[in-house]
């Protein structure tokens, strides 16, 4: 502990130095009120005795000053008074902590300097607790940002994304798939048949029912497969495959995932029966070059696919009978050796000059067993 002695004569100084430098404290001497101000703010003081008379700037006033100094407020100051009671309400009033008078007495010296010695520890333990709160307040507020960051971060990119590639994008820190670019995807379409029909004749509250079950049952399978989900239009739904990261199958994702669409939709059509409502699905698949990137504007943001590939999987989706899955030729040749199903020959489709040959995909072959 360092205590700065300030007093005016060189042989109380030498004093103080001797009587507390015996028991382990450092001692600074200061031979003015001035010299001690100047010396305060580098000594790296813990306590301050200061004797009362002085010239120049007396210790009441240097006493004040201290108090009036940022940092020094509560340093514990010792004020040397003679034995009048006048002077030690002085010293009181400029802001001492405790005062000795002349001639001192060594044990009561040393017991109040002890005294306010562990004071002083108290008040530095919480003055570091109150700046270790204040940095542990910093960084949780740091934190507490990147985590909101990051909350949105995921919450925009969940509305498009499978979980698994999500995760992959929060990991990079990367969000520069979602810029303009360009790419070859497999696109899906599917809707139920007679949803128009049905919405007409039916409750609100049934209809959203139905929604909510059909929804709930592809959108498990699109992440199953790990497919990029566009958008829901009512019964109607998008998706693509090999964007945002690429994968050297996606048209047997696709067709995959199509059949799986389809099981299950018919699994939910049995319980729709039941209820009196005759629902069916349908599925049209295209592959092609697509360009693709986020839409929208601030506040409402989609990730999407605009290209003819889309156009002619929504066409093929339209020109499918209930439970069919249409896809076209390219889709079909890449998907061979796994998808089953027969052409269904060259079909004229709204928006394209040319037919297009397209398939009727039945099954899948199971890739288990020998």
């Known amino acids: 502990m360092t205590i700065l002695a300030v007093d005016d004569l060189p042989q109380n100084l030498r004093l103080l130095d ?76 400029a802001g001492a902590d405790d005062f000795v008078t002349k001639p001192f007495n060594q044990g009561e010296l040393l017991a109040r300097v002890a005294s306010l010695a562990r004071v002083k520890r108290y008040q530095d333990t919480i003055e570091r607790q109150r700046a270790e709160l204040a940095q542990w307040n910093l960084d949780l507020e740091a934190r507490v940002e990147a985590q909101v960051a990051e909350l949105q971060q995921v919450n925009r990119l969940r509305r498009f994304l499978s979980p698994q590639l999500v995760d992959l994008v929060i990991d990079s820190g990367d969000e520069g798939f979602l810029r303009s670019h360009r790419r070859e995807i497999v696109v899906v379409f599917c809707d139920l048949r007679g949803f128009t029909s049905f919405a007409e004749a039916s409750e609100p509250e049934e209809v959203m029912g139905v929604l909510a079950e059909y929804h709930a049952a592809l959108g498990e399978l699109i992440y199953r497969f790990e497919g990029t989900l566009e958008r829901f239009t009512g019964d109607g739904l998008m998706v693509f495959f090999n964007d945002p990261l690429p994968c050297d199958d996606a048209a047997e994702r696709a067709v995959s995932m199509a059949v799986a669409m389809r099981d299950r939709v018919i699994e939910l059509a049995a319980e729709w029966s039941r209820r009196g409502n005759d629902l069916g699905f349908g599925i049209g698949i295209a592959q092609g070059f697509a360009t693709l990137g986020r839409i929208g504007f601030e506040g409402r943001f989609d990730y999407a696919a605009i290209g003819s590939v889309t156009n002619l999987a929504a066409r093929l989706c339209a020109a499918a009978g209930s439970w069919q899955i249409l896809v076209a030729q390219r889709v079909f040749s890449a998907a061979e050796g796994l998808a089953v199903g027969r052409s269904v020959g060259e079909l004229e489709l709204r928006g394209f000059s040319r037919p297009i040959r397209a398939f009727d995909v039945t099954g899948m072959i199971s890739r288990t067993g020998g």
């Open 18 to 93: 001797a009587v507390l430098g015996a028991r382990g404290y450092r001692v600074l001497t200061a031979a003015s009120g001035e010299e001690a101000i100047r010396m305060l703010p580098t000594s790296g003081a813990d306590l301050v005795l200061l004797d009362v008379v002085m010239p120049g700037i007396d210790g009441y006033e240097v006493c004040r000053r201290i108090r009036a100094t940022p940092g020094f407020e509560f340093l514990p100051v010792v004020m040397i008074t003679a034995s009048g009671e006048q002077e030690k309400l002085r010293a009181i009033e």
